[in-house]
């Protein structure tokens, strides 16, 4: 035990632990050491050497294959509407760190009973689809002369989501507010309470009580029940990693989504960090192309250290450089100088472009090594 | 009832607008109505529109009546001899000219075959779908539409005979084909567009195969043999301008051989070609920086009181010279006024190009390339009958780009020059491809035009049998020899003291910022320093306010216009462009200091 415990230092946990599985228990100690220094030796012989301008290795080895991708949407092959965004545009979103995805999409595994294909998955899946008031309406129209709205529900459409028109009524209630949302006969209508609602608001209102929540999971547009190797999991468009996650079916360990900043505000940075890092990989694979992960890990790595998800933007990871001439060099230069300017910033030069820009030679590769004599007297 | 508009303007109504309209076209067609009026009917909202604006792109199509065009035999019988022209048919209201209003209440016949009762036009001739340049390509109906584009955006840069006058033009860089020919496979364009005033091009042997590989990626091989023989030569022409400007205070430029007193003279040698009229000699064969014309300026900035000094009289040189990297001969002289009545000296220079490694060539169907290797003529390949092409041509480029009208066309040539003919070619409407085939046999050669060939090293047979014809190669204006550039040391930008851009300028080849990462991702920071010396310069530093200091080279020393003589100044090293960004900071009030440290 005590061997492994002086590695402990020299060698990362999981290769010791590696090691420990693989030789005898009662290994001796000078052997053990012979295995443990070799570890040793091909660990230190596979780390980058100091100098080597590894982010810039790893935006070209990106970059290059980048230009080879197609701006092609992949389609899921016989399944109706649901797309997801792939290739450039895709590494683009991520990279960028968008807010907002342009397909949000979920995959949600389900604990043992549930994820066996019979009945209960499409009902569970129905159940998981958000319905909006638009869904289950088969008309809404503007009385002008009454100065409301009135609302048709679809029965077909209720009856299968089991809805009753009873909770439509209590929920539109508690969300519209200046408006008295009361039951007359087959439709619900809705009446300003004000008297000076003109046309236009009532338009307005036409389309916001349109997306009014009504049941099931609040984001998630589209359900799709999908055999995967022995189960089946449900696929989303739309994602709300929160609530899916507080559902009782759902296995909690295995659903994911593409939202990163969903994974960040639920699962923390670490798991934003790893789903960068899946999400890049999953897309440069699916074009066929061969980029190592080390370069995505990196580049997942630059985007999360700060301790939330920044983009690799003029807004996101650029602007936390600390020299004003590596800013001002990207882009909105005079933006950078006045800053500076304003609160006398000092550049100590660390980096490759400033030195490029002044013409010295840049702290990478031969230029980092520096002599340090004595000055005879 | 419709509405009738004449351009566009509303002029009134019609009870029975189809009525209205036939009417219209009728008299028209009587001549009436002049020709080009054209009449619209939207039969949706009853309306009329009757144009007769200027700008409007209109085409002539025959006229149908029953299903019948209305151009007969007769019509054709007394074109061929020249008993009535084109207008005359106009006139007759057997062809119209249609805007692409009229035509869309047209029904118009592409051939006299699928001509039914409903059709109210045929077209003159499939051709006209073509445009002039397009229309040239023969067997085009057998061609990719892309590289019908491409074949006719080629011969526009074509090397040609572009004006029989052109001895005594002064057309700013023009060439002109030394033996320009005409194609062997024409097209009825050929004779329309008259193709024979203006020629482009030489008929050629080609040979489609491969030769150690030199015609890669579209380049073709040439033989020496030929080309000694006078194939592909041009002359490169282009006039050198003189004038001699009046400036204000009476002063005037001379064209004459400079005074060696003159600011600027460069030196006896490259004057060396200038007779007493200060211009050089016709035929002179001069080299690059030779003075052509010889002129001085006089001073410039000529202040009141220079006027007094006896100084002033320095004036400038301001010869026109051969520019970098040009040679030539010269071609003609011409001195002569300009519109302010100055005197004006033109001396136009000529320069034979025979082709050379990297000139293009092109035939006429998009198949572009250029010159890989110039191989002498004992080493070409030849056929039994003794046959050596002037052109090898990769047979890479065929099937991609699909030009089958490429091979037609070989075939073709080769018919041609055995049987001492011309073959028309032209798109939809040429000799068919087998009779072609037929008559090649007849001539005593394999139908599809493959031959039995010999390696010109060895002697030995090729085991592939080679297809190999005639047809029309042109030479385009792109010739290396206007582009081969190159610097070691060379002129720098005075603001940036960086290497200037372009050929012309005798510019540097940028290392741009992709080509730096580069540099970067190797490591190699100190490689990558020196590539970016180009302007680096020595600046004195003041240490205590950090700002830029002055440097006396008379009196030896250095000081800091701001902290005096006793701040300490030290030298460092950077890029002249950023000295430059560090004043203009200071001229927006931004006070960039910068902090010295010792570098060791």
């Known amino acids: 035990m005590s061997m492994y415990t002086e590695y402990s230092t020299k060698l990362p946990k999981k290769i010791i632990d590696e090691v420990k599985e693989s030789v005898p228990e009662n290994i001796s100690d000078s052997k053990l050491k012979k295995v443990l220094d070799e570890c040793v030796r091909e660990f230190e012989n596979s780390q980058v050497e100091a100098g080597e301008a590894v982010g810039l290795v790893s935006a070209e080895s990106i970059g290059e294959p980048g230009t080879q991708m197609t701006l092609n949407t992949f389609h899921f092959a016989g399944v109706a509407e649901m797309n997801v965004t792939m290739g450039l545009p895709r590494i683009i979103e991520i990279l960028d760190g968008r807010k907002s995805l342009t397909t949000p999409m979920m995959e949600i595994y389900l604990k043992k009973p549930y994820n066996k294909g019979d009945n209960n998955i499409r009902k569970l899946a129905l159940a998981i689809k958000g319905n909006r008031l638009r869904d289950i309406v088969s008309e809404i129209s503007i009385d002008i002369a009454d100065n409301s709205l009135k609302i048709v529900l679809s029965k077909d459409k209720m009856r299968e989501i089991e809805l009753t028109e009873a909770t439509v009524l209590k929920t539109l209630q508690k969300s519209v507010k200046n408006y008295n949302v009361k039951m007359e006969g087959v439709e619900i209508s809705l009446k300003a309470k004000s008297k000076e609602t003109t046309l236009n608001d009532l338009y307005k209102m036409k389309e916001k009580v349109k997306t009014v929540h009504m049941s099931g999971v609040k984001g998630v547009t589209q359900v799709l029940p999908v055999k995967r190797d022995d189960e089946y999991i449900i696929i989303t468009a739309g994602s709300n990693l929160k609530d899916i996650l507080e559902m009782e079916e759902v296995d909690a360990t295995r659903t994911t989504t593409n939202d990163i900043f969903e994974i960040e505000g639920v699962l923390g940075i670490e798991a934003a960090r790893k789903a960068i890092i899946d999400e890049v990989f999953k897309v440069i694979e699916s074009q066929g192309l061969n980029v190592d992960v080390r370069h995505i890990m990196l580049v997942a790595d630059t985007m999360c250290t700060s301790g939330v998800v920044r983009g690799i933007t003029r807004y996101g990871i650029v602007s936390q450089k600390s020299s004003v001439l590596a800013r001002a060099s990207f882009e909105t230069p005079i933006k950078h100088i006045i800053q500076a300017s304003l609160i006398g910033e000092v550049d100590n030069l660390n980096s490759v472009v400033e030195n490029v820009m002044i013409n010295q030679p840049v702290p990478i590769g031969t230029g980092l090594p520096k002599l340090r004599i004595k000055r005879q007297k | ?600």
């Open chain 2, 1 to 600: 009832m419709g509405e009738v508009y004449i351009n566009s303007k509303f002029a009134g109504t019609v009870d029975d607008s189809r009525q209205f309209v036939q009417h219209i076209k009728d008299e028209r067609r009587k001549g009436v109505i002049p020709n080009n009026v054209n009449v619209h009917y939207n039969e949706k909202i009853d309306e009329v529109q009757v144009e007769s604006s200027r700008g409007r792109a209109r085409r002539p199509l025959i006229v149908v009546k029953d299903g019948r065009p209305l151009l007969t035999e007769k019509h054709v019988k007394q074109l061929e001899k020249n008993e009535i022209s084109w207008s005359d048919l106009i006139k007759q209201g057997v062809i119209e000219f249609l805007d692409a209003a009229e035509e869309e209440n047209c029904f118009v016949a592409f051939t006299e075959q699928d001509l039914t009762l409903e059709h109210t036009h045929m077209e003159v001739s499939p051709l006209v779908m073509l445009g002039l340049a397009t229309s040239l390509v023969p067997y085009g109906n057998f061609n990719q539409s892309t590289r019908l584009n491409a074949g006719s955006k080629n011969q526009k840069q074509a090397l040609g005979f572009y004006a029989a006058n052109y001895s005594v033009r002064m057309d700013m860089d023009v060439n002109v084909l030394h033996t320009p020919q005409l194609p062997l496979v024409e097209t009825v364009m050929n004779e329309i567009s008259g193709y024979a005033k203006h020629p482009a091009g030489q008929n050629m042997v080609i040979a489609i195969m491969s030769y150690k590989g030199y015609n890669m990626e579209d380049a073709i091989i040439l033989n020496q043999g030929s080309i000694d023989r006078g194939l592909g030569r041009s002359s490169y022409f282009r006039p050198s301008v003189a004038e001699e400007l009046r400036y204000a205070g009476g002063l005037i430029d001379e064209i004459s051989i400079p005074d060696k007193t003159v600011k600027g003279y460069k030196s006896e040698k490259d004057y060396r070609f200038l007779e007493e009229d200060g211009i050089i000699y016709p035929e002179a064969k001069f080299k690059e920086a030779d003075v052509i014309i010889g002129k001085t300026s006089p001073p410039r900035f000529l202040s009141s009181l220079d006027e007094y000094n006896l100084a002033s009289s320095t004036r400038r040189e301001s010869s026109v010279s051969a520019k970098h990297g040009e040679q030539g001969i010269v071609d003609f002289v011409l001195i002569t006024e300009s519109e302010e009545g100055n005197k004006l000296v033109q001396v136009r220079v000529r320069d034979e190009r025979i082709p050379e490694i990297g000139d293009k060539f092109t035939s006429r169907h998009g198949q572009k390339g250029v010159v890989g290797i110039i191989v002498p003529l004992a080493d070409m390949p030849f056929s039994a009958s003794g046959i050596v092409p002037d052109i090898i041509f990769s047979p890479h480029g065929i099937p991609s780009r699909m030009t089958i009208a490429h091979l037609i066309e070989m075939v073709a040539g080769k018919v041609g020059s055995l049987a001492g003919r011309t073959i028309n070619g032209t798109t939809f409407d040429a000799e068919p491809e087998d009779q072609l085939r037929r008559e090649l046999m007849d001539l005593g050669f394999r139908e599809n035009g493959m031959e039995t060939m010999y390696n010109g090293l060895t002697g030995e047979m090729y085991q592939a049998k080679i297809f190999i014809g005639d047809m029309y190669y042109l030479k385009l204006k792109h010739m290396v020899a206007n582009k081969l550039h190159s610097r070691a040391r060379g002129p720098i930008q005075l603001l940036t003291r960086q290497p200037t851009e372009g050929r012309a300028k005798e510019g540097g080849l940028r290392l741009g910022e992709m080509e730096k990462d580069t540099f970067v991702a190797h490591g190699a920071s100190l490689l990558l320093k020196e590539r970016f010396d180009s302007d680096r310069t020595i600046v004195p530093v003041c240490e205590e306010c950090g700002i830029i200091a002055v440097r006396d080279d008379f009196k030896k020393r250095s000081y800091c216009p701001i902290c005096g003589d006793s701040a300490e100044i030290s030298s460092i090293e950077v890029s002249y462009a950023f000295k430059l960004i560090l004043d203009e900071f200071k001229s927006l009030g931004i006070y960039p200091k910068l902090v010295l440290e010792n570098k060791y």
